[in-house]
């Protein structure tokens, strides 16, 4: 009907039978299996009895009432609980007749419960032909509307019943024959409903591999026609103004790997073709050092150079930091964002089309069509993965030959997934830290062990009475929104349920319902003027929902220490530097991403005092979150933590949307353990393009290269 219809457009992007389709189970359960009561515990994930009911009772009153029925195979009992809907299941269920329980165990004053189970009469329910049941991720709206999990289920079943002819095949004969792989049709129905775990494997392996050929086939063909089009400037020397700048004004000896890194830069300027380089390095590792040198390259062979932050306050940040480090040098920088208008603007504009302006530091502004440059050379784009393709195309077109270009990543990607999203750039690494930054002592605190969230408030106090900065992050903005992203805030953490879609947590619905509810910025902050340690002490908040010029202000009150506490969502997570940071607090922090909690780890630390990080948890003891959180109180190294990352994750993105918790572009694929499927994918891809860049001989998949890339935006945007 029309609601389920609205539901699932806004909530999944579902419009079509080919879209539900491939919205594919996050986990199975085996219903082949019955198991004896002697045989569970309240430790185990969902399991299946066969017994009768022996005699129902009611308890408690009011909205705790609730109906038990006690449940026995012959060998031993245990109690199912509902809360709701006594008298229907009193009528419907009989006392002594068979029936196949279904549900997750707990134990609840010693003994073993089982709430709001699956019932079928034992007669009705062939077990042998279930075999694995999926299970879907829905939303909170989605529940709301009857869509959970089993409505899913059944409608998935009716859409499958109705694939009465094979589906259009979309990849060629040979390879499915050089491959294995299983056909389409089958792999599709055998994703939502298979038999057994070999049959699954087969069809996973399938449908992974489709996806990762076409991923593989965009970037390559995408790199191949980039090649073709952008010759690229030539950069032939290196001039005064590098050189007078390494004499003169490099704050500190570079580390062997800027070295490496700006040789391999070098080598690209100088070849002949445009050059593509993704610069990753860990936060502080000194990838905007290596970025102004390569700029300065570009302004000793007659050309300017731009870059571009996703943010005002991280592009504020690098032209303070770029003025700074170019200072006594004529060498003009100049900052243009949003805010930036009237005669300033003209000014900025005019020099650009002069020369005169030779680095441009901004937002999205740089690439709107007012803004043109005399000889644009070469782009440097930060934290690249908040741009897209569009984006990076309309730089190209900035100048009569495309300029060089530069994208830099503070977060840290394996091998595997650089493979995977940046098949079409090359790669270097930063792997040192400048001398002078102390390491970063990560602590996980307990939010129920009181004193010491005491002990750690006071710690934060004499850090700020001898003249540091504390940061205090939060993943909602107040409590009326349910996660950050609901509450609009651009920049914000995408947390609550959205990270569930990311890491699958082991916990059915009833439990998620039962956690406790985020903290917020707004709470955290009157909770902090109301301690007494920080009497005395003025507290700042920051969140997406302010507007551009009071960030800036408050940034700016933060840095001078006029208010040494902020208390901030993840807007903070990159660009921001102050070097008077020193301790990290981060509320809720089971909730976010490895990756995530080490960028806003990196935002202390800076100015080489020693730091302190400390994740506030109510995960229990021994799960997979508190897992995660000793990840990163062990290592500081960002690689490792990124691999870690991925592991915990499941089909989730490590970049762009997904990081925090959002849709991935890739639905199946674990970057970790599909190692084998990418090599193999990208291989067969190579060896396409190669033959037939244009995919002329290959209609049939050249049509489906354009079907996966229109249910794939994410994928697109991010590359």
Known sequence: GPQRASVLNKELGIFSFHDLLYYFPYKYVDRSRIYRIREIDGAMPYIQLKGEILGFETAGEGRQRRLIAHFSDGMGIVDLIWFQGIKYLIGKYKVHQEYIVFGKPTVFNGRINIAHPDIDPASELKLSAMGLQPYYNTTEKMKRSSLNSHAIEKMMKSLVGQLNEPLPETLSPALLAE????PLTDALMNIHFPSGPDVLRKAEYRLK????????????????DRQRKYRGYVFEKVGDIFNGFYSRNLPFELTNAQKRVLKEIRRDLGAGRQMNRLLQGDVGSGKTLVALMSMLIALDNGYQACMMAPTEILANQHYETIRELLYGMDVRVELLTGSIKGKRREAILSGLLTGDVQILIGTHAVIEDTVNFASLGLVVIDEQHRFGVEQRESLNAKGSTAPHLLVMTATPIPRTAAMTWFGDLDISWLTELPGGRKPI????VPEANGPLMAEMFGLIRKRIDAGERAYVVCPRIDADAKDADDAGGSGDAEVGSAFDATYDLGEDDEQREQRPPLHSVAEIAERLRSLPQFAGIRIATLTGRDDDETKSQIMADFEAGVTPILVATTVIEVGVDVAQASCMVIFDADRYGLSQLHQLRGRVGRGGTESGAFLISRAPEGSDAAKRLDVIA???????????????RGAGDVLGDAQSGGKSGLKLLRVVKDVKIIEEARAEAAKLVAEDPTLRGYVQLAGAVLDFTRGNETFLTSN
Do not use: S
């Open 179 to 182: 491959h294995h792989l299983m």
């Open 634 to 648: 062990g290592t500081l190294d960002g690689a490792e933590i990124a691999q870690a990352d991925l592991e915990f």
């Open 209 to 224: 591999f489709e996806e990762l050929f076409y991923v593989q086939l965009n970037i390559l063909r995408y790199a191949k």
């Open 441 to 444: 002592r990560t602590f996980v």
